[in-house]
């Protein structure tokens, strides 16, 4: 049988880690878990969130995957290091990954950190981006409405604009050349941010360069898949099964040749 990637997220966000693991690395397999029935995430204490991500792993080692990506970024910020130390397979998150798009995007070194409360109160990309060049000057802004709104399958409606722009109304001032998307639920709302940030804003997600780092420790290790053949993936969720079917397949039909198969799991408590 064919290891799997395991992907988690609090929701629906780690699709968009999923739709570009698809695309760069076709012959692999995925398993998400999105916790639906909890989310969100960054309102939570951080215990709280670590408990939470221990339990879904636990999960998703049933399925003996070969690696973990925690597709969430209040997870990474205050899980990641947990989670490594309990498991014996590889570990990514999507904060040093995107810390590191935005390094080699920016020009003027003024970069711009959207994410839930819990991200932003973690400083974990501040901290990321400041390892990498101490010199880069970080403006972050806790946006709590964004994901919700993705969670219900609003991302693109008029009302997803202006919640947007009620959420980047302070940012906008700021002399920022480059805006990542601390939460992997915001690419979802990329058209609407672009439209308020505006042409002189380079938007980053994590996505892209985190499947690039999947890419890279699966073939250091002589991890990849074998298989030839178009992987059948699997999604959980622990709640609300016909809107994420429905988001789910809106966002990764283009990648996926069949109806995603998402079980009713009993919420974890």
Known sequence: MQQAIAVLDSGVGGLTVVKEVMRQLPHEKVIYFGDTARSPY???????VRHFTRQIVDYLLQFNPKMIVIACNTATAVAIEDIRARVSIPVVGVISPGARAAIKMTRSGMIGVIGTDGTIRSQAYESALKQISPDIQVY???????APFVERGLFSTESAHTIVEQSLN???EKPIDCLILG???YPFLMDSISRVMGPEVNLISSAEETARDISTILSQR????????MPIHQFFCSGAPPVFRQIAESWLKEYIPFMPVVWQVPTII
């Open 42 to 48: 960054g309102p939570r204490p951080p215990i709280e």
């Open 140 to 146: 972050s802004e806790a946006c709590p409405l964004l």
């Open 170 to 172: 302070s940012l906008k």
């Open 183 to 185: 939460c992997t639920h």
């Open 222 to 229: 002589g991890m990849q898949s074998q298989s030839y053949e």
